[in-house]
């Protein structure tokens, strides 16, 4: 029986960082030493970056993830580990990683099957690796194998897989319990998402348990270019129990888990000798794992594990992106609806949980290039200078929303302004007016009327943004993008749509839990809002029409609940009209169905038309499990042949 101390770190990387890159790993590297590690587990790409899209194509990029290897090496003393690159083997590149030990390359292990988790098209840039062959790769006057590899060292075998979840990533399939393997490193990323932790830790459970092994899983923290959000869940699994597992959603550069394991069995061989294995049958399939489906969507429980989910990952991906822009803080056009209120809220927990994480000192510390971040004493002092907001009143506009507004922005300790938008409205009116020779009207000119409130909005708030050099965020949502409600070069401007990913239904119902739940700071405290009261007691609307139209969102377009069950049925399951009509007509029988078929061809037209939006919208946070975005997820095209009936 061997005793080893294995361990799973993640990072914060950012593309193409190379020096904070390696500073990270060597960060984790020497806290392993520290505490007499045998293994450390590190996630892939961790040298060049998760997220370096078009790059990866680059030269420039597999020569610098070399050398940055190489000038990493030494650092591997006393301990083997995984260093994740983007590696060119015969003429094509591949997702790999480079085992080390003692400060000596053994070799790489390459990705066999595309598919980021589902959400990239990362077959763009990698090939994947041929099953069941290896390469000797000449590197500064030495060879170094590439394949299907396992390790020996101190008597024991340890072995290299890359998957994240059975139904996302095909579970590689040279690693079998027949190789004997007592240590398996898996590095591969996993992007957060509402409902995957327990089903990936449920897999990740039975994995270790299906090859009797020692496991050890890394993770990527924090966000990159892709628009993926990543918690740092990384884990140490012995034959199916957590020995230990990573603090999610932190706000440091680097997190790690530490634990011994007895791996039982000890392979014979000599050490650091590698041993190549081939022609081996793939392992049985995993069995469906999932813990969710469409039916406990609306339930309590699951209400509460998704909503704390949202709040964690989309509040943390804020701050990181501002972090990683170096963005002198947010500004947000706060109307005192629920979208806007949800980023507002969404800022706030933010600086909630970083304080509680690192204190007043150290979130100064980490996010130093906000204005005078550094005279802030508390949390309330660090809103006033991280988040400024602005409420932009038209004659359309009530007090209703303002008071909501303004309430919401003073509960949380955001800097508020407001500014009257109507004469400019008026001034592009009636210049409008002067040329085409007619008066604009409700009754002819219902589109443009609306639009030009939303447009003239934008000069002031990044007015805002530019004085300080701060972020401005969009506060478009996933169902709105879906049926292009919305005004380009309005309510879409901004370098940041946190809430792109999600829909209105899940918002609105997030917004009522934080009004009388909260996310979770610690045990036994919750960050309950009730302030949000004002924003959730109101229909959603844009107020661009009279307030004699009583304009609602839901008027105009659909109940929120069945637009979000369409969006779903037609983009995730790719489902046509008919399917589509006769699972609305099942599950909502509450609606006829006449109605119900209204509401879809609605949907489908409105879908049809406003592609180009999407194409347009500013770069959002993917944590549902699709999103509309044709860059990661979901291409359409622009122009189509498709009428309205």
């Not at 589902?118 to 690796?129: E, I, L, S, V």
């Not at 099953?131 to 020996?152: C, I, N, Y």
């Not at 496991?215 to 924090?222: C, E, H, I, M, P």
């Not at 969710?292 to 339930?299: A, G, H, I, N, P």
Request: hydrophobic share 40%; with cysteine; net charge negative.
């Amino acid at each position: 029986m061997t005793m080893f101390t294995l361990a799973a770190a993640s990072l914060n990387q950012t593309p193409l960082d190379w020096r904070g890159n390696a500073d990270h790993i060597r960060q984790a590297i020497s806290a392993a030493r520290d505490k007499g590690v045998n293994v450390l587990a590190l996630p892939e790409l961790a040298i060049s970056g998760f997220g370096c899209e078009d790059m990866f194509l680059f030269r420039e990029t597999w020569d610098m993830s070399l050398q940055s290897l190489f000038d990493l090496l030494p650092e591997t003393r006393e301990l083997v580990t995984t260093l994740g690159l983007p590696l060119r083997v015969g003429g094509s590149t591949f997702n790999a990683v480079a085992i080390v030990a003692d400060g000596d390359l053994l070799g790489f292990v390459c990705k066999q099957h595309s598919g980021f988790s589902g959400t990239n098209y990362d077959a763009r840039w990698f090939a994947p690796w041929p099953a069941h062959s290896r390469f000797e790769l000449d590197l500064k006057g030495q060879s170094f194998p590439v394949g299907d590899l396992t390790f020996m060292f101190d008597g024991v075998r340890l072995g290299v897989e890359f998957c994240d979840l059975p139904d996302n990533d095909i579970v590689e399939t040279l690693l079998v319990p027949e190789r004997n393997c007592a240590i398996v490193i898996n590095p591969s990323v996993s992007c957060c998402q509402l409902e995957k932790f327990p089903k990936r830790r449920y897999f990740l459970q039975q994995r270790s348990m299906t090859l009797n092994v020692a496991y050890v899983t890394a993770n990527q923290l924090g966000i990159e270019s892709c628009g993926m959000i990543y918690d740092g869940s990384a884990f140490v699994i012995s034959r199916g129990e957590v020995f230990a597992q990573t603090h999610r959603f932190s706000f440091a550069d680097m997190q790690m888990v530490v634990d011994d394991v007895d791996t039982q069995e000890v392979a014979s061989g000599k050490s650091c000798e590698m041993i190549c294995n081939t022609a081996l049958e793939p392992p049985p399939c995993m069995r469906d794992c999932v813990l969710f489906d469409e039916s406990t969507v609306f339930k309590e429980d699951y209400i509460s594990e998704a909503s704390e989910v949202f709040s964690h990952a989309i509040s943390f991906g804020m701050l990181d992106y501002m972090r990683k822009t170096r963005a002198c803080g947010l500004t947000l056009s706060l109307s005192g609806g629920a979208d806007s209120a949800a980023v507002a809220t969404l800022v706030w927990l933010g600086v909630q949980f970083a304080v509680h994480e690192l204190g007043v000192d150290g979130f100064i510390s980490r996010f130093r290039d906000v204005k005078n971040i550094g005279m802030a004493k508390s949390v309330g002092e660090i809103m006033a200078r991280l988040l400024t907001t602005v409420y932009q009143r038209t004659q359309n506009s009530s007090d209703t929303t303002y008071n909501a507004a303004k309430f919401l922005a003073k509960t949380i300790g955001a800097t508020f302004y407001e500014f009257d938008v109507e004469p400019i409205v008026q001034a592009y009116k009636q210049m409008v007016e002067q040329q085409i020779g007619r008066t604009l009207t409700w009754e002819t000119d219902d589109t443009a009327l609306q639009n030009i409130q939303a447009r003239v909005r934008v000069p002031g708030v990044w007015m805002l943004a530019n004085l300080s050099g701060s972020l401005l965020l969009a506060t478009g949502n996933r169902s709105e993008a879906a049926v292009g409600y919305t005004t380009m070069d309005g309510d879409t401007c901004g370098g940041l749509a946190p809430l792109s990913g999600i829909d209105k239904h899940f918002l609105r119902g997030w917004l009522r839990w934080m009004e009388y739940n909260g996310a979770s700071l610690k045990p036994g405290q919750s960050l309950q809002l009730p302030a949000l009261k004002v924003v959730n007691d109101q229909k959603p609307t844009a107020e661009l029409r009279p307030t004699s139209a009583s304009q609602t969102d839901e008027t105009d377009l659909m109940p929120y609940e069945i637009l979000n069950s369409i969006e779903g049925w037609f983009v995730r399951d790719r489902q046509s009209q008919a399917e589509i009509l006769a699972q609305l007509e099942e599950k909502y029988t509450n609606h006829p169905n006449e109605q119900l078929a209204v509401w879809l061809e609605r949907f489908l037209f409105l879908w049809y038309r406003n592609q180009w939006k999407r194409e347009k919208s500013a770069p959002g946070f993917y944590i549902a499990d699709y999103n509309l975005s044709p860059r990661s997820y979901f291409r359409f095209p622009a122009i189509s042949g498709v009428e309205k009936k």
